[in-house]
């Protein structure tokens, strides 16, 4: 079976600190790979996209980058956070092509950020 | 620019009874329909995708789709204080591996 692995779990950063959180996928081959940001008490805010390694689309212009240095590992990354930043962020995955049922994301844990 | 709006709640609902869940979506394009739960600070689960017109059963959930009316609901029979929580719609709309999400509804029941 497939499983999704992230860390930390929570963390706290000052502001103007750099950021970098690891999002791992077992059991499966060529996932498509996703980061969400999620603000309290808000929806799903979509920050990028992966869909093979070192393949990377920007949904949301800011301070935040992505890497996929392999096939089923994901990073997200900053150099300097803003408070702005804070957030729960969700790394997820689904099945690269396939019948429209495989559209479907399974989510990670997720990182709680708290940037001081 | 492609939109899922739900009411964002609370619902409130008593033990037992049924939820009723909505959500519309503006792209007439939309191919697939998934709604999603997510307990307080956790991440959210998938508990159901609809793709075809009409009723799809899962045990007591229960996915409605009707692409006339741009509409997915999602129904809880006898609902337990267990299904508190924000229920999450999102929508494939077109071929670019991205959903389309609502904000979430929240879910109260009462026992």
């Known amino acids: 079976s497939q499983t999704i692995h992230q860390w930390p779990a929570t963390l706290v950063q000052p502001v103007g600190s750099p950021l970098s959180l690891e999002c791992t996928v077992e059991?499966?081959?060529?996932?498509?790979l996703y980061w969400y940001r999620q603000a309290a008490g808000r929806g799903l805010q979509l920050l990028f996209y992966s869909v093979g390694i070192g393949q990377i689309s920007s949904e949301v212009p800011q301070n935040l980058s992505a890497s996929r240095p392999q096939d089923r590992q994901f990073i997200l990354s900053s150099k300097k956070l803003l408070l702005s930043d804070s957030g729960f962020y969700l790394c997820?995955?689904?099945?690269?092509?396939?019948?429209?049922?495989?559209?479907?994301?399974?989510f990670g844990p997720g990182t709680r950020l708290t940037v001081l | 620019q492609k939109e899922v709006e739900q009411n964002s709640g609370p619902l409130s609902v008593p033990e037992g009874a049924i939820a009723s869940l909505n959500c519309t979506y503006s792209d007439r394009g939309s191919q697939s329909f998934f709604w999603y739960r997510q307990y307080s600070g956790k991440s959210p689960e998938l508990i159901m995708f609809?793709?075809s017109n009409g009723d799809k059963e899962d045990g007591r959930f229960t996915a409605q789709l009707n692409k006339a009316s741009q509409y997915v609901s999602l129904l809880i029979r006898d609902s337990q204080p267990s299904d508190s929580a924000t229920y999450l719609c999102a929508g494939y709309m077109d071929s670019n591996y991205q959903l389309i999400w609502g904000a979430g509804t929240k879910l109260i029941i009462k026992p």
């Open positions: 059991g499966t081959s060529n996932p498509n």
């Open positions: 997820a995955w689904s099945v690269a092509g396939g019948p429209l049922s495989y559209n479907e994301q399974f």
């Open positions: 609809i793709y």
